[in-house]
């Protein structure tokens, strides 16, 4: 039996790789449908159909969350495409009725006095990030650092990644500078 046990977690580890990448900003469509996490190496664009970040960074009290990066992931795949969550949380436990109350509208939850916590569906795709990119002024005080887990390939070479078509969406989706929001803050 523990040689079973062994050698699943040998192949779990062969087969499995993350990385973990830093985010100093990110932007945020103007219809609240994309969100993009520009990291160090990678730009990842991201739906969020639900529009829950926007509504959750337009909220005048926003200031009350904030992004957990232990729990918070993305998955790649071997064409580069994205799937995971971000995971926003309320700490605070004297928030008010009203708060609370739109808190709960949205669809964040509590189980066992734990906080209030919302997890965030989203994919897309991920891009190698461009130089012109990486000169877009920052409007978080830190790093997040997220964990980036690449899909098993079970052989299969991995698709090389493109670089970000973002001068090419720039007029649908980005306008920059112009739909730059403020993200959540953790100091």
């Not at 050698?7 to 499995?16: D, E, P, Q, R, V």
């Not at 926007?54 to 795949?77: A, G, S």
């Not at 409007?139 to 887990?149: C, P």
Request: glycine letters at 4%; a neutral charge; proline letters at 3%.
């Amino acid at each position: 039996m523990f040689l079973v046990l062994s050698s699943c977690t040998l192949t779990k580890m062969l087969w499995t790789q993350s990385y973990d990448e830093s985010f100093k900003n990110f932007l945020i469509s103007k219809d609240g449908k994309y969100v993009v996490f520009l990291g160090t190496e990678f730009v990842y664009v991201l739906n969020d159909d639900l529009r829950i970040i926007q509504e959750t960074l337009n909220w005048k009290e926003r200031d009350l969350l904030f992004v957990n990066v232990d729990k918070t992931n993305f998955v790649v795949d071997q064409r580069n495409h994205v799937k995971g969550y971000v995971t926003i949380e309320c700490l605070y436990n004297n928030i008010t009725s009203e708060q609370e109350i739109f808190l709960r509208s949205m669809g964040y939850k509590n189980k066992n006095n734990k906080p209030l916590t919302m997890k965030i569906k989203l994919d897309g795709v991920r891009y190698l990030m461009k130089d012109n990119l990486r000169q877009i002024p920052s409007h978080l005080t830190r790093n997040y650092i997220i964990s980036v887990n690449l899909e098993p390939s079970f052989g299969k070479r991995i698709e090389e990644v493109a670089l970000t078509p973002i001068t090419i969406i720039a007029d649908s989706i980005l306008l920059f500078g112009k739909i730059i929001l403020m993200p959540f803050d953790l100091d």
